[in-house]
């Protein structure tokens, strides 16, 4: 697959690149797609969750009354979760809810993900951006000569270009990640993908 380069006025340049069908032209596969994306969304929560069971609440650990001869059920303590302010029982616990996937599958996933993204003419091969401090009216004025200022976009940078993410920062439906960060869920959640032309041979590299 042969895409023109475009340069930051929106305009195609004499250069061009060929995405490899290894990685843009494959048998996506649907099933891959759902664990990554299901794995990625999984490490984003915090997992802090706590309640305080019968040994985090605090109170007296006597005995509240005698064994026998009372008609009611035994009770060892206050803090018991039958009481009114005891503990809680199986409350939620802090944990991590993501899971192992193997990283075949991982590769396979994101060489879907790009695969479908190739089907839509959703690719866009752009050249680098360079910029010497950040500029978010530069990156409006990228996103209106690439027709893409009311697009969810993924920016994919060679490398972690520091300038480039603060001036995307705070446009709404703009990200921009290093070719390193690539992932599923990023690549599915933009209507469009500009990889820069510096980070093409990267991304062959990461999921060959």
């Known amino acids: 697959m042969e895409l023109k380069v475009v340069n930051t ?8 690149v060929t995405l490899t069908d290894a990685i843009y ?4 596969n649907d099933h891959a797609i759902y664990l990554d994306v299901k794995n990625i969304l999984a490490r984003k929560r915090q997992g802090t969750h706590k309640s305080k069971e019968r040994a985090d609440i ?7 009354k005698k064994q026998k001869g009372t008609g009611t059920a035994r009770a060892g303590s206050i803090k018991s979760p039958v009481f009114r302010g005891g503990g809680r029982v ?9 899971f192992k996937l ?35 009216k530069e990156f409006i004025s990228l996103l209106e ?12 940078t ?20 290093s070719a390193e960060s690539l992932n599923t869920y990023d690549i599915l959640n933009a209507n469009k993908v500009v990889i820069a032309e510096g980070s093409i041979e990267m991304i062959e590299k990461i999921l060959n």
């Open 145 to 156: 000569n690439l027709n893409m200022s009311f697009e969810k976009i993924l920016v994919v």
């Open 9 to 16: 006025k929106g305009k195609e340049t004499s250069k061009s």
């Open 58 to 64: 605090a109170g007296s650990t006597r005995k509240i």
């Open 102 to 136: 193997n990283a075949k599958a991982r590769l396979l996933a994101r060489r879907s993900a790009l695969t479908y993204k190739a089907k839509s003419d959703a690719i866009v091969v752009l050249e680098d951006l360079k910029y010497e401090n950040p500029k978010t």
């Open 25 to 28: 032209a494959i048998e996506p």
């Open 90 to 98: 199986f409350g939620p616990r802090p944990r991590d809810y993501g």
């Open 158 to 177: 060679a490398g972690n270009n520091k300038n480039v993410y603060l001036s995307a920062r705070n446009i709404p439906g703009a990200k921009v990640v």
